[in-house]
T-cell receptor
Framework: DAGVIQSPRHEVTEMGQEVTLRCKPISGHDYLFWYRQTMMRGLELLIYFNNNVPIDDSGMPEDRFSAKMPNASFSTLKIQPSEPRDSAVYFC????????????FGPGTRLTVT | GENVEQHPSTLSVQEGDSAVIKCTYSDSASNYFPWYKQELGKGPQLIIDIRSNVGEKKDQRIAVTLNKTAKHFSLHITETQPEDSAVYFCAAGSGGGADGLTFGKGTHLIIQP
């Protein structure tokens, strides 16, 4: 398996623009997680899905952020409108379960909002 | 919710020496404690984990200890090598719950040649 695939790897956009980050989880993994990583706040869980259904979105910072998982092999994280404070590395991870199972992380998308 | 504190934020050790990273957690319901290693430009990768029914687990040069009474757990790396240089994250979670994992803020481990 190729592992978790994320695109794009780097994204530079201007404040106010819409940003869409994409993730393809490992085949057979029922759980998909979106994280944000910054120097100040570390690795924060934004939202996670089980069998394409959002289970916990309490980490989503505000209504500008939305995530979808239309099928078992694809998920998106959208920011609209983007702001400079959204600049971070966004990771997608997948696993066989929410807690006891290893989470396999993708390479991340480095987002810069100017 | 769970809160995980990790110390130190940066740790520099001489090659061949041991390194210890410590974490505390707040939720007594947590029973799963993994450690992840993140190399530059990559996503975190699991290196070892421990469940609350054991106090220690070892895998070659890496070991993890857990004290449930004090709510703290530690990562021990012996005979450190240059390739051990990375950022290490501890995490805590409650198996079977719907809360996933809560991560510490990470420790940047630097191995001095």
């Amino acid at each position: 398996d190729a592992g978790v695939i994320q695109s794009p790897r780097h994204e530079v956009t201007e404040m106010g623009q819409e940003v869409t980050l994409r993730c393809k989880p490992i085949s057979g993994h029922d759980y998909l997680f979106w994280y944000r990583q910054t120097m100040m706040r570390g690795l924060e869980l934004l939202i996670y899905f089980n069998n394409n259904v959002p289970i916990d979105d309490s980490g989503m910072p505000e209504d500008r952020f939305s995530a979808k998982m239309p099928n078992a092999s694809f998920s998106t994280l959208k920011i609209q409108p983007s702001e400079p404070r959204d600049s971070a590395v966004y990771f997608c991870a997948s696993s066989l379960g929410p807690t006891f199972y290893e989470q396999y992380f993708g390479p991340g998308t480095r987002l810069t909002v100017t | 919710g769970e809160n995980v504190e990790q110390h130190p934020s940066t740790l520099s050790v001489q090659e061949g020496d041991s390194a210890v990273i410590k974490c505390t957690y707040s939720d007594s319901a947590s029973n799963y404690f993994p450690w992840y290693k993140q190399e530059l430009g990559k996503g975190p990768q699991l290196i070892i984990d421990i469940r609350s029914n054991v106090g220690e687990k070892k895998d070659q040069r890496i070991a993890v200890t857990l004290n449930k009474t004090a709510k703290h757990f530690s990562l021990h790396i012996t005979e450190t090598q240059p390739e051990d240089s990375a950022v290490y994250f501890c995490a805590a979670g409650s198996g079977g719950g719907a809360d996933g994992l809560t991560f510490g803020k990470g420790t940047h481990l630097i191995i001095q040649p």
